[in-house]
């Protein structure tokens, strides 16, 4: 491939130099990198206070902290964690820098409202961080915000809430400006079926951004109101209903899960044709599936207050939906089996990463039919069972897909390979941590023990030892594979255009891209997973 | 990929005529106020709201001149809005 100069070397606007060309830039790619390290910031900061708490849960009795502190502290690992890593991450940092790639573009559609939304991001984050060291302290609510405690609380809820607002705005621009990129500037010969399967999640995601995001933005200056005016809005003795709030809150939140996972199903369905040599198993499929989960995902929020005191009807109502969901989701789990099913399997870090996911990813969902039926979910509701189903999707899933992610597209980003082999043994050994972290839980859950309790009862001590235990596994694992990530800066052992065989628009252009992505007029596949050219070049080359 | 967008301008006329109608709409919602209906109150003083919504957002806001993108993300925009509402009947009407 001719050499050009790459976007690090072309800043954009023209002229602008050192910190200036990042942070006034309009380039995607530099925006995403913008995003990598400022998520990176925060997943580091919140997988820390998520080790805190578990140390603090090993052992029966306060050990690290008090019972305030660690109120404070699951609140604030579930705000970044939600707010700051899991929704933006993938959208954000993959999104901005291969959507437009991948479907023939130079940029999205609107440059500087996503230089904008950085910004958002960025002021999200730092009220996050105000809200800690002012009024009464960080908000001991959990990330729910739950009515009547989230009214009559003494900490400071009213800044935390602000900085939920201001990061719901960035993520709404963000899908904004990504479903008018897909449906403005898709490049020649790119119709509908031609876009690959990450940007079509990227596309049913960001709807849900735009659609769902607002709700959430009006109920959490509800709060405010109510905690300044004190109308009653959810307070029964003025006419108010607190269930109202719980409704509001989940016709996003519940959705938001959906934001989460769809981009990393995007990832996955990427990766798994790639490694297998082989088409995917029912293109079409995946892309009415992703848009299916969009749809049915933003139907069933009350799944969530089975226990609150809603109508019986409600509840008969909303598990029945919640079963549809299930649907979707198994047709993208058995499309990507299917496709590595008698495929030229290609082992590499990414690969293993998406295996993982794929596995953590099933347990999370089929532990969810357990929570979406109503009578098992009275059962384990309020338990440690809803912590470890929903950490084996978030971070199963989404962590681990967001890894993967991360594998893959790294030579791309940065134009440089790292080693395989510490990247295969970080995986394993977060993937063994993660397990003896969460399946304790799971037992824990199913025995009675409470989530969100500061201490247990002397017959969860094992689990809880347990738990803690593969926390630091997990932790460590985590650790080597970011550190193993920073060392190919160091030995800068250079990466090909097309490394792994990809037959998506980002593997035709130079590693990393240049300012305006392509070099010459990108040829669109009919196939976007078309490999016959892949398998044709790997032949010849062979002999 | 817009093949149905163009510039559309609508004439001071027509304008001050939409103007007229939300002006009389308006009289209508007040009227109607006087009456008791009984179980239609409601009912009615929002058909007349949404009436009155549907020509802002037709002729003020150009929707009827957009192309059908807009048109399909605006109707689900209102289509999931209404589901959110009516949802919560499952709930509300049944305690």
């Keep these: 491939m001719e050499q050009v100069k790459s976007f690090y070397e072309t800043p954009s606007p023209a002229g602008l130099t050192g910190i200036k060309a990042w942070l006034l830039t309009h380039d995607h790619k530099r925006l995403a990198l913008m995003y990598l390290w400022a998520v990176f910031f925060w997943l580091v900061l919140a997988v820390f206070l998520g080790m805190a708490l578990r140390l603090e849960l090993m052992f029966i009795g306060e050990t690290i902290m008090g019972p305030e502190v660690y109120n404070s502290f699951f609140t604030l690992h579930g705000v970044i964690m939600i707010f700051l890593f899991v929704i933006p991450a993938i959208p954000a940092i993959f999104g901005n820098f291969f959507l437009p790639i991948q479907i023939g573009a130079d940029d999205v559609f609107f440059p500087r409202l996503n230089l904008f939304s950085w910004y958002l991001y960025m002021i999200g984050g730092l009220v996050a961080v105000i809200s800690l060291f002012t009024g009464d302290g960080f908000a001991d609510t959990g990330w729910t915000f739950y009515v009547p405690f989230s009214v009559s609380t003494e900490t400071n809820v009213s800044l935390t809430v602000t900085a939920a607002f201001i990061l719901g705005m960035s993520s709404l621009l963000t899908g904004l400006n990504f479903v008018t990129t897909i449906h403005r500037m898709r490049g020649k010969g790119m119709g509908w079926l031609q876009i690959p399967l990450f940007t079509w999640s990227l596309y049913a995601t960001a709807w849900v951004q735009i659609l769902a995001t607002p709700v959430i933005s009006i109920t959490l200056v509800l709060v405010v109101i109510e905690r300044f005016l004190n109308i009653g809005l959810f307070d029964p003795a003025r006419g108010g209903d607190p269930l109202l709030y719980q409704h509001l809150f989940w016709m996003y939140s519940h959705p938001a899960v959906y934001i989460m996972i769809l981009p990393a199903m995007g990832i996955i369905s990427e990766i798994i044709p790639v490694f297998s040599r082989k088409a995917i198993f029912g293109y079409k499929g995946i892309i009415i599936s992703s848009m299916a989960i969009a749809v049915a995902g933003s139907l069933v929020w009350a799944h969530h207050m089975y226990t609150s005191g809603m109508s019986d009807v409600s509840v008969f109502v909303f598990s029945l939906l919640t079963f549809l969901v299930a649907i979707p989701t198994a047709v993208k789990v058995f499309s990507w089996i299917s496709t590595m099913y008698k495929g030229s399997i290609l082992m590499t870090p990414p690969l293993l990463m998406a295996l993982i996911f794929i596995y953590l990813f099933s347990v999370g969902g089929l532990t969810g039919l357990v929570l979406g039926a109503a009578g098992t979910d009275i059962h384990v509701h309020d338990t440690t069972f809803v912590v470890a189903h929903f950490h084996f999707v978030m971070f199963g899933g989404t962590g681990f897909a967001f890894f993967a992610g991360l594998h893959y597209w790294w030579p791309k980003m940065f134009g440089l390979m790292y080693n395989f082999k510490r990247a295969y043994i970080s995986a394993v050994l977060a993937a063994i941590g993660f397990i003896f972290h969460y399946i304790p839980m799971f037992i824990l859950g199913l025995q009675g023990m409470p989530r969100r309790y500061f201490d247990y009862l002397p017959q969860f001590e094992t689990g809880n030892f347990l738990a803690g235990f593969g926390g630091i596994l997990m932790v460590a694992g985590i650790l080597l594979m970011f550190i193993n990530l920073w060392v190919s800066f160091r030995v800068r052992e250079t990466a090909t255009a097309d490394p792994w065989g990809g037959t998506t628009l980002e593997w035709s252009v130079p590693s990393p891209p240049p300012l305006h992505n392509f070099v010459n007029e990108p040829e669109v596949l009919e196939y976007p997973y078309d490999f016959s050219g892949v398998l044709a070049r790997a032949a010849k080359d062979k002999g | ?95």
Excluded: C
Aim: glycine share 8%; hydrophobic share 60%.
């Design chain 2, 1 to 95: 990929m817009s093949e149905h967008e163009s510039e559309h301008i609508l004439s001071y006329g027509f304008l001050a005529q939409i103007l007229g109608g939300l002006v009389v709409l308006t009289g209508v919602t007040v009227g109607v106020s006087y009456i008791d209906w009984g179980f239609l109150n409601v009912p009615i003083a929002l058909f007349v709201a949404s009436s009155k919504a549907t020509l802002v957002l037709l002729f003020f806001m150009h929707i009827k001149f957009e192309g059908m993108v807009i048109k399909v993300s605006f109707i689900s925009t209102m289509l999931f809005l209404a589901i959110m509402i009516s949802f919560t009947f499952w709930d509300v009407a049944f305690r």
